[in-house]
């Protein structure tokens, strides 16, 4: 991993996650907007081994950013930027996708639960009061789906699976920087949450369509994120009922 890391500044224990994957249409307008709107959170950018002009966006501004060699996955760049959280000893950190959707004048409301210690993970959710961009209808059936099946692999209903706004508190930014999943992350991670006795949570949130660029995933790849998202859910509910 090569680093090319500021200080921390020392005004909070608030770290923003912000993985980035060709991104460079939007991290600028991201990232500033953070900086002069939001500059009582830090920040740190997981550049995923992007080809486009992420790096050179991020080196150009004096971004805070980590600067993987090679494409490791969402999973991986949040994973890495929740081992930078562990490190630094912050006390919260939160996930923002790199594109632009998720709104960050929403973030008080993410963090409020876990500084009011009701929960351990907070998931920012376009259901609940269903305003804002809300996803294809195809995706929605298939976060329905997923919801159910996280449901009957755990008792806890979840509406918003596939989000990655998300906040977690210092027990599970170790957990995190330890072991989270790989591709496709943000259902399993809700599972492995659950199965270590974490109280999860969601809040409503308004998200945007995606500001510049393309989802990575396309028409084609719908199948095998179903398929693949199912199979990692069921079998890390079994791997931690074996463990126990």
């Known amino acids: 991993m090569n680093n090319i890391l500021k200080s921390r500044r020392e005004t909070t224990d608030i770290l923003l ?5 060709k991104e460079a249409d939007n991290i600028e307008s991201l990232v500033n907007c953070i900086i002069d709107e939001y500059p009582q959170y830090d920040y740190v950018i997981v550049n995923d081994g992007s080809k486009d002009a992420t790096r050179h966006i991020c080196q150009k501004n004096g971004y805070n950013f980590i600067d993987l060699p090679i494409n490791l996955g969402i999973g991986g760049a949040v994973q890495a930027g929740y081992k930078y959280a562990e490190r630094e000893g912050y006390t919260i950190a939160i996930q923002i996708d790199g594109d632009g959707q998720h709104d960050v004048s929403q973030l008080d409301k993410v963090i409020e639960p876990l500084s009011s210690e009701l929960c351990d993970i907070v998931i920012g959710s376009r259901f609940i009061q269903k305003e804002g961009f809300q996803s294809s209808s195809m995706r929605r059936i298939g976060i329905r789906f997923l919801s159910g099946l996280i449901w009957v692999c755990t008792g806890k209903k979840i509406l918003d699976v596939t989000s990655g706004y998300r906040a977690v508190n210092r027990r599970f ?6 072991d989270y ?3 496709y992350p943000e259902p399993e991670a809700i599972v492995a949450a659950i199965m270590h006795k974490g109280r999860v949570m969601e809040v409503p949130v308004m998200m945007k369509e995606r500001q510049a660029g393309t989802s990575s995933i396309h028409a084609w790849k719908s199948v095998y994120y179903m398929i693949k998202v ?6 890390c509910r079994i791997s931690f009922g074996i463990r126990r």
């Open 17 to 21: 996650i912000i993985p980035a994957y």
């Open 173 to 178: 930014i170790e957990i995190y920087a330890e």
């Open 181 to 183: 999943p790989g591709d």
């Open 230 to 235: 199912t199979l990692a859910i069921i079998v």
